[in-house]
């Protein structure tokens, strides 16, 4: 097989084409970072749009945590032998349908993510401008620059762009929460406009659908996950990750989305942002980008020079 030498492997830190190696175990820490920014996905606000259709408030919150609990856990089956083996998801493909078998799963995973990357690109151009312009275009294309960029670099180029992200991302994301929650009345208030919704509502979404949506939302991530989760040096490190990105960040991206609707009819939140206070505005708008940027890039191509080892 064509790879890197033991040697060789032990000191690149993606591992790309062997299993992770102990000196590329990465630390509890830098990996809770890295799942909070991982987590920060457009679905994640997009699913506050179905979320506020529910029958009535009780059913927002139920339906919500069913789903992110199925999603985490989902993701621990993913990365449970992951973090085992060190292998990561091309490869156990490989290993569990043969050489060409191991083809059609990898190809699946390819198009998923392509869609879901688009779908993410599309979003920070829109962000910033309208959809069909020029200045659209552009953003998408440098976009997509940064995004090959990073995959390139591999998880350290990851760590790099989402050690910045996370610290622009938490202010943001709690300043706005508690911002908004103050305008709409707090949870009474939050709860009253779903009530009062569903009252208006010929026919609510039922739990099902929601929860169905929930899972949805961000499910290749969760499939996904052990490509970084075989890094982790201790099963609480794998848990702590599955838990932090598929259920904690994402409860508070559909919370956040749904206090968005409710205040400037749009679950970005930076639109909320941008009516308070130009400053607010931009830094926010670094913040979501950033945090953008970090989860596109959530794929490692491998970039490095090999040599046959027999």
């Known amino acids: 097989m064509l790879r890197l030498a033991d040697e ?19 630390g509890t820490l830098g990996l809770f ?14 699913v506050a749009n179905d979320l506020i259709n529910a029958a009535n408030s009780t059913m927002f919150w139920v339906d919500m945590f069913v789903g992110y609990a199925v999603l985490a856990l989902i993701s621990c089956f993913s990365a449970y032998p992951a973090y085992k083996t060190g292998l990561n998801t091309s ?19 390819v198009f998923l993510i392509l869609g879901f990357s688009g779908f993410q690109t599309a979003t920070i151009g829109e962000t910033l401008f309208p959809q069909g312009t ?29 050690n910045i992200a996370i610290a622009f991302l938490v202010i943001a994301v709690l300043l706005v929460l508690f911002l908004s929650f103050g305008e709409i009345g707090g949870i009474a208030g939050f709860n009253a406009f779903i009530d009062n919704r569903a009252a208006a509502q010929s026919a609510p979404a039922d739990n ?35 838990i932090i990105a598929f259920f904690i960040v994402q409860a508070v991206l559909a919370i ?6 409710m205040t400037v009819d749009t679950y970005l939140f930076i639109e909320y942002a941008k009516k308070l206070n130009t400053v607010f505005y931009i830094f926010v708008l ?17 970039n490095q020079e090999r040599r046959i080892v027999y």
């Not at 670094?286 to 491998?302: C, D, E, H, P």
Request: with cysteine; hydrophobic share 55%.
């Open 8 to 26: 060789e492997e032990a000191k690149n830190a993606d591992a790309v084409n062997t299993r992770v190696l102990a000196p590329q175990r990465r």
């Open 33 to 46: 970072v890295f799942a909070v920014a991982f987590a920060y996905t457009v679905t994640g606000f997009a």
């Open 91 to 109: 490869i156990f493909f490989r290993y569990f349908f043969g050489k060409n078998g191991g083809f059609i799963p990898n190809i699946i995973i």
């Open 134 to 162: 020029w200045q659209f275009v552009l953003v998408c294309l440098v976009t997509g620059g940064l995004i090959i960029w990073a995959t390139v670099k591999g998880i350290k180029g990851l760590e790099a762009a989402s």
């Open 208 to 242: 099902a659908y929601l929860i169905n949506v929930v899972i949805g939302s961000w499910a290749i991530g969760a499939l996904a996950n052990g490509n970084f989760t075989r890094f982790s040096k201790t099963r609480f490190s794998m848990i702590g990750f599955c």
């Open 256 to 261: 956040l989305g749904a206090t968005s609707l």
């Open 286 to 302: 670094i913040a979501f980008l950033l945090a953008l940027w970090t989860t596109l890039n959530y794929v490692r191509s491998g």
